[in-house]
């Protein structure tokens, strides 16, 4: 009986591989079939093949799914900005920054956050909470930037100008028949940035 | 009697000629007081010299208070986007677009506009309205773009460099001990922009 029961729990473990990630792809399937408010956390439990207490050892509440991995994603610019050469100019710099957090975007995550763009869109209180978010990525490139002796407002506005750089490109990204992946639209993007301040 | 009343409503009217200015002006003092939570409207009222009846004939809550003329900011810009010289580059598009804004922001405004940021500054919620707020107005001036045959990504990154730009200005004019006004700044600014990609 006790064997039974250590090996019923290996098991449990072994479907659990990757429970966060597969709350993660149920709680967005959901939100874009029903919206956010219709989604229970059980809803996405059942359908991550989970129990709540499981949704609830991961994410505080059913919006924290959307914006969980955010930390890792914002802490990324600023390593690049850090681990930039020395005599990087802020906007090699901030590019460095860009360069890093292009890799959290991998190909295979390209639907994912196609379905996860909709659901934000649709939904006022979670694109201020995005908003936030991409503000405080830029607040963190600026900050690092000023500890490279980067003065404001050039410090600042260089931060903001990567941000925007990433946001086109990334809207880019998940917009309907783009093909090309996202280190070329980030090449296109800064292009872009480059010609309108060149004349 | 029919007289009196008729010579004291008058007054009521004279004692009014900006009421929505005076609420606004009450409120924004009274939320650096005491903060949003604690701030009724009866308090705004009061300060202000008016009934809470007219607190609503102007504004549908406290908090719309602080928001109350963005309408108005925004459209400056896109006016200034549209009325542009029609061989005018993107960029002194935006540029266009932020001059016609500035005029928002005489020196009389500063040390109002010093209180309302700071208030924003204490409350997450009203950071992330002024965000969308933000975001609606460069997302205007990308519209305002388009329609000048500006592709994108060229449109979305001008509109939100110069949203940058105004950002870093307009923390340069609420910041303690800067004399410079608001369209010096926006030079300074500028020139920060061109600095960061001329190389």
Chains 1, 2 share one sequence.
Request: charged letters at 25%; hydrophobic letters at 50%; glycine letters at 8%.
């Amino acid at each position: 009986m006790s064997l039974t029961v250590i090996s019923y729990h290996r098991t449990m473990v072994r479907w659990e591989p990757d429970a966060a990630g597969r709350l993660r792809t149920a709680a967005v399937e959901l939100f874009a079939e029903r919206g956010v408010d219709a989604t229970t956390v059980a809803a996405i439990a059942e359908r991550a093949g989970v129990t709540e207490r499981t949704f609830f050892r991961y994410f505080t509440d059913k919006r924290e799914v959307l914006f969980a991995d955010q930390g890792q994603f914002a802490s990324r610019f600023v390593t690049g900005v850090r681990e930039a050469p020395a005599g990087a100019s802020p906007m090699d710099a901030v590019v460095a920054g860009l360069r890093e957090a292009q890799g959290f975007f991998p190909p295979e995550r390209r639907d994912g956050a196609r379905v996860r763009a909709a659901v934000i869109a649709a939904n006022p209180g979670l694109q201020e909470r995005e908003l936030l978010k991409m503000a405080g990525v830029a607040e963190g490139m600026a900050a690092a930037l000023r500890d490279r002796e980067v003065a404001d407002p050039v410090a600042t506005i260089a931060a903001q100008a990567g941000i925007a750089v990433l946001g086109a490109a990334f809207a880019g990204w998940l917009a309907e028949g783009e093909t090309r992946e996202l280190p070329e639209l980030i090449d296109e993007a800064l292009r872009a940035l480059r010609s309108l301040t060149a004349s």
